[in-house]
C-alpha cells in the first residue's frame, strides 16, 4: 500500500479503481480490497469483484491518469503465500517490542530508512 498512496499524493485527483478477484465460493467483498479502499480514500463502489473458479486471491490497484494507467498487483497463485508471509511476520518481530503492529510497520524498514526523508 506504500506505493499505492505515493501515487496518490502525486497524483490527487486520478481516477482510481481496484479489481480485486478470488475463488467461486468467497462471498463479499474481500477485507484486503476494503483496506486498500480506506487508505486510498476512494468509495467502495470503486471495488470491482471477480469470482470464478479457483482464484486464490489478486487485488489490483489501477490509477487512471488522462494519457495513461499505472496498475499496481498484488496476486497469490498459492495458499503457502499466507503460511510464509506469517513466518515472515514472526522473523520480523520476534526482537521488537511487546505490542500491535500492523504489515506496513514491518514492511517500512524494508523501503527507506526511517531515520531520512523519503526525499533525501
Known amino acids: 500500500m506504500f506505493a499505492a498512496s505515493l501515487l496518490k499524493n502525486i497524483a490527487p485527483g486520478v481516477d482510481i479503481e481496484v479489481v480485486e478477484e478470488h475463488f467461486k ?15 486510498l480514500d476512494i468509495e467502495t463502489e470503486s471495488i470491482n469483484s471477480v469470482r470464478a473458479g479457483g482464484i486464490v486471491g489478486k487485488h ?9 494507467t499505472v496498475r499496481l498487483v498484488h ?13 515472515f511476520v514472526a522473523e520480523n518481530l520476534k526482537n521488537e517490542q511487546k505490542g500491535f503492529y500492523n504489515f506496513e510497520d514491518i514492511l517500512r524498514p524494508y523501503f527507506f530508512d526511517q531515520t531520512q526523508s523519503i526525499l533525501s
Open 60 to 68: 489490483e490497484v489501477i490509477f487512471g491518469f488522462p494519457y495513461q
Open 75 to 87: 496476486e497469490s497463485i498459492s495458499r503457502e503465500a499466507f503460511g510464509s508471509g506469517a513466518l
Open 25 to 39: 465460493a468467497k462471498s463479499g467483498v474481500s477485507g484486503t480490497a476494503m483496506k486498500i479502499a480506506e487508505t
